[in-house]
């Protein structure tokens, strides 16, 4: 199994999970592949920002040689967003609506919200994702 960050033409990005790269060549080329935000067929893969290691019987030993533990995935995972995004706490609804509309500079947010938050963003158009990471022991 094989998750692609995609991007559509207008945009709108999102995940993509594959068996192997020759299913992304054949889907895309078929244009089977959709924007689930606007239903553009349109799509290409972009670069993606963190990847998280998984269990993997060709790799576990690699895995495990290097000291990436599960913990010290996640540990990786918490200092890659804590160093950047910018921490706007509750304010997290608000300030993704001004950075959508233009009001503020285009930047990566993370806080937290509520689930009402939650829906008006989704209504608006506003993509979020929401991480929910145990606190870490330095």
């Given amino acids: 199994m094989i998750i692609y960050d ?10 993509g999970w594959f068996k192997d790269r020759q299913a992304w060549i054949s889907q895309n080329s078929q244009n089977l592949i959709f924007c689930p935000v606007c239903n553009s067929s349109d799509i290409e893969v972009v670069p993606s920002s963190i990847t998280i290691l998984g269990k993997d019987s060709r790799g576990a030993n690699k895995t495990q040689e290097k000291g990436l533990s599960p913990a010290n995935s996640l540990k990786i995972l918490q200092q890659y967003i804590d160093n950047s995004f910018e921490d706007v706490g509750n304010k997290f609804a608000e300030t993704a609506l001004k950075i959508h509309y233009g009001d503020e500079e285009k930047r990566n947010i993370k ?23 145990p606190k870490m022991d330095s």
Wanted: negative net charge; proline residues 3%; charged residues 35%.
């Fill in 6 to 15: 995609l991007k559509c033409e207008k945009g709108h990005t999102f995940e």
């Fill in 111 to 133: 806080g937290t919200s509520t689930p009402q938050e939650e829906e008006n963003l989704r209504e608006e158009g506003v993509q979020f994702f929401k991480i929910s990471l």
